[in-house]
């Protein structure tokens, strides 16, 4: 059921960015910005829409932010994989944006593309103003230099450290890196309908951790091709990830535990998280 509704949404966002990106000039920046928003899972976008379906927000609403987030979602991997980050040339089984294209048109599609999750969010369609601003100010605390932009800043400054970093420090990070977008995307449905974010905050939290553990045992043990992206970099690099600092057995067992911890965050929604509960199965269970 949940992988049928993933499929749904991930369908539904990406005519949403049909439509969007389909009005702009027919430019470089723009054609990149479409080439960095196709394929991918859409988890981020399925929480938005998963979460709004939970407290009966209806989906032309909710559809708006869903797609403001796999844009931004975007416009981080696109920066990531310049030469000057993570300097890769595979994305999702494809040529990265830089490689297809050069370092400039990546930097501004990227660039174009964070606006453009603001732009979304921020839609009359989306509700209230009250709810719009709400979602444009949580979304720059989340992608900024208190959320993705800091955990990412904390991963560059890791490969030039004189040790390697701790759990606690891994762990800050990846909230930062992974967990932020995760948790925004996942209290989005709460606050369109101006709800109490608490309980799906608490399973976001569990479940972006639980995230980032089974992309470090997937770059140790996953299948490239299935992955659409080199493996094995964190090892080659000498980075210290939740593996190389747990073992495999005993991340493994941290990230089923996470996943129970988020499942029980959302008891007090009782039948209706279902699905919610099978995505943070899944998040562990997947093979990309």
């Known amino acids: 059921m949940f992988r049928e509704i993933l499929a749904q949404d991930a369908a539904r966002i990406q005519a949403q960015f049909d439509l969007v990106l389909g009005a702009l000039d027919d430019i470089d920046v723009a054609r990149a910005m479409g080439y960095a928003t196709q394929g991918g899972k859409r988890l981020r976008g399925f929480l938005v829409l998963e979460s709004a379906r939970l407290h009966d927000v209806d989906a032309t609403r909710a559809i708006w932010p869903a797609t403001g987030i796999e844009a931004l979602h975007a416009y981080s991997l696109v920066h990531d994989d310049l030469p000057c980050m993570d300097d890769d040339d595979l994305r999702r089984g494809r040529p990265t944006v830089h490689v297809k294209w050069n370092d400039g048109i990546a930097v501004l599609a990227g660039d174009a593309l964070q606006t453009l999750a603001f732009e979304l969010c921020t839609r009359p369609e989306v509700g209230g103003a009250e709810i719009r601003a709400g979602l444009a100010l949580t979304l720059a605390k989340a992608s900024g230099a208190q959320g993705m932009v800091q955990g990412q800043a904390l991963d560059i400054a890791a490969e030039t450290a004189a040790e390697p970093l701790t759990l606690g420090q891994i762990t800050r990070l990846q909230a930062g890196k992974t967990g932020a977008l995760i948790e925004w995307s996942a209290c989005a449905g709460a606050r369109l309908a101006q709800s109490d974010p608490a309980p799906l905050r608490q399973y976001a939290q569990a479940l972006g951790l639980a995230f980032q553990i089974a992309d470090d045992i997937l770059d140790v043990e996953g299948d490239a091709e299935k992955a659409g992206k080199r493996l094995q970099k964190d090892a080659d690099a000498g980075k210290a990830t939740f593996v190389s600092?747990?073992?495999?057995?005993?991340?493994?067992?941290?990230?089923?535990?996470?996943?129970?911890?988020?499942?029980?965050?959302?008891?007090?929604?009782?039948?209706?998280?279902?699905?919610?509960?099978?995505?943070?199965?899944?998040?562990?269970?997947?093979?990309?």
């Open 245 to 288: 600092l747990l073992g495999l057995d005993e991340a493994k067992s941290r990230a089923a535990e996470l996943v129970d911890q988020a499942c029980a965050a959302l008891d007090s929604y009782g039948p209706k998280a279902e699905t919610l509960k099978q995505a943070a199965r899944f998040v562990i269970a997947r093979d990309s």
